[in-house]
């Protein structure tokens, strides 16, 4: 018998102790699920396949300050340079380092401004023929760019390239109907053509919104800082990276050569924010839970200790150890569920707000019910123990004077 | 209806012993109504509780209606005090949270009974204490001697054969006390055994037998005479010693 009825009116005329539960179990249950939703979605990403070999691949930037080389030609002699060193498979001069938070993004139009049309905002790098190779990325569709299509120049609008290779993601936004291939859109209102489709390929913002819709473009724009990707054997990279200064160096030494950094550390970097972030918000949820375990520990033995004589009285009347057991946790099973509904309800709302807010992924129902799952096992088990020390009262204290 | 044969009772706290009953031996008829008195500290509370399940003996044999008290489990013993036992505390013992109503209810929920009946009973017994008006009340809307007819009620709805009370009228003023143990003769001639420890020697005067304990041991087993006859010597020391 679960005797719900007395122990709810019971709970309804001495609340205060009740209600602060209800509140604490509720606050828990709204921030515990939002939390396990962005931790579960940061691990989501974290485990997420950027589509490049990232421990294959690494970076170096380049600030030249000699003035007596051509800066294009000087880059043409770097990277037949690289290529040639044993263990490099591929490298290629880039603007943007995939993963690294630097980058550009402009947006792509189907029709040439200032037409209305569809547009989508696209992270996107300028790369030669020798990019998809280095990027160690393989094309679903279509074919890569062949060297008279790399442009070298600084006017792109005027004097760019006509072609493009996007993520298959950018494809599918563009042409939700598919047929991307051979289609011209427009970038910095300049149209190219459609000419390859490749899988994943990450955006240098890995875990922002337009982290997949993205494209490469034949443009050589070479500057005094220049970044260049290099691809080796796995088993290479760390000899050819501990060289790759003197290499650069004995072609052309008025320049400087920094930040050469393994693709997998560079998105560890641009991570290392976040990840702190979660495991801050681990440790918040672990204690919001601790505490409220506590909470529902500490009002039972305070409820425990103010009913000595009523526990007592309960057994004398004939109340079996396991009644007093169960009285407890009928009591804290009521107080949780009403918890629970509120805390749910409030976590969608919590939820609705930091998706407005933040612009994160609204919170998905399973999350919420697993947390209230959690919180509902973890306080019977906050309850059980000190319920049975409740169950061990003597009856006999109900004749004595405490 | 009660057997003890040479029960004793020590309680144990560190290398200390004390004896709150030593071989207790005493035997209650069926409907009897008997007044346990003796000084603090006697020992009158550790019989009631023994009498009443609520705490166990360290020797002796205890038989409760035919049962051997000694060899049951803790939810026989807790199932014999709800079937058979109803409890009169002098601190009423009424649970705050709860209505008169849900007050008389608590051991018939123990028990099992179903809605209706219990729904019956209850209301049968608070109309027999004089309250049934008053069901929805909380004890604290209450004065002590209500609260006290209503742990009466709660005691009677069980329908037991035998009631404890542990100093029933010790928290009323005189007439609350006295309606109060006009009830419980009602309710002995109705039927019920009723063993009452009292300090109050006018309303022992008033039940049919009267018992004295003193230092764990019976000191008078006769029918009250006007004055309690001690007839254990230790006993009469002690009641000598203590100015009684």
Known sequence: MLDIK??????????????????????????????????????????????????????????????????????????????????VIDASLTQAIPLS??????????????????????????????????????????????????????????????????????????????GALGETVYLKNRPLEIIGIVGTMKSPWPNGMRDKTTAIVPFMDVQNYQHILVRTDKTERANIMANIEQNMLDVYDKRVIINVDGLDKTKENYDSTDVLMMRMLIVLVVILLLVTALGIFGLTQFNISKRTKQIGTRRALGARKSAIVRYFLVENTMVCIAGLLIGGIAAVVLGDVMMKSYSISSLEPEFILGTAVFIFVMSIVAVIFPAMRAANISPSIATRSI | MLTMNNVSKIYQTNSVQTHALRDFSLTVNEGEFIAVTGP?????????????????????????????????????????????IGYIFQGFNLIPDLNLYENVEVPLRYRGIAAKERKIRIEQCLEQVGLAS?????????????????????????????????????????????????????????????????????????APRNIQVVDGQLADFTLYQGKPTVTATRAEEAVVASGV
């Open chain 1, 6 to 87: 007395p122990i709810f009116n019971a709970i309804r005329r001495s609340k205060i102790g009740a209600v602060l539960l209800l509140l604490q179990i509720a606050l828990t249950m709204a921030i515990v699920s939002n939390a396990a939703f962005m931790i579960n979605d940061h691990v989501s990403y974290l485990r997420e396949d950027t589509g490049f070999p990232e421990k294959e691949i690494f970076s170096l930037s380049v600030m030249t300050f000699g003035k007596d080389r051509s800066l294009s030609q000087q880059a043409e002699l770097d990277e037949t340079m690289i290529r040639s060193l044993p263990g």
């Open chain 2, 40 to 84: 603090s500290g006697s020992g009158k509370t550790t019989f009631l509780n023994i009498a009443g399940l609520l705490e166990p003996f360290t020797s002796g044999q205890y038989t409760l209606d035919g049962v051997d008290i000694g060899g049951l489990s803790d939810n026989e013993t807790a199932d014999l005090r709800n079937q058979k």
């Open chain 2, 134 to 206: 008053r069901a929805k009340h909380l004890p604290q809307q209450l004065s002590g001697g209500q609260q006290q007819r209503v742990a009466i009620a709660r005691a009677l709805a069980g329908k037991p054969r035998f009631l404890l009370a542990d100093e029933p009228t010790g928290n009323l003023d005189s007439l609350m006390a006295r309606q109060v143990m006009e009830l419980l003769e009602e309710i002995n001639k109705n039927g019920a055994t009723i063993v009452m420890v009292t300090h109050d020697a006018e309303l022992a005067r008033r």
């Open chain 1, 101 to 178: 938070g630097g980058g550009s993004s402009s947006s792509v139009r189907l029709k040439p401004s200032p037409e209305k049309s569809k547009s989508i905002s696209v992270p996107y790098y300028y790369m030669d023929e020798h990019g998809l190779n280095t990027f160690g990325i393989k094309l679903l569709e279509g074919r890569n760019f062949r060297p008279e299509e790399i442009i070298v120049g600084n006017d792109f609008t005027g004097n760019g390239p006509n072609t493009v290779i996007v993520s298959q993601a950018l494809a599918d936004a563009l042409f939700p109907d598919g």
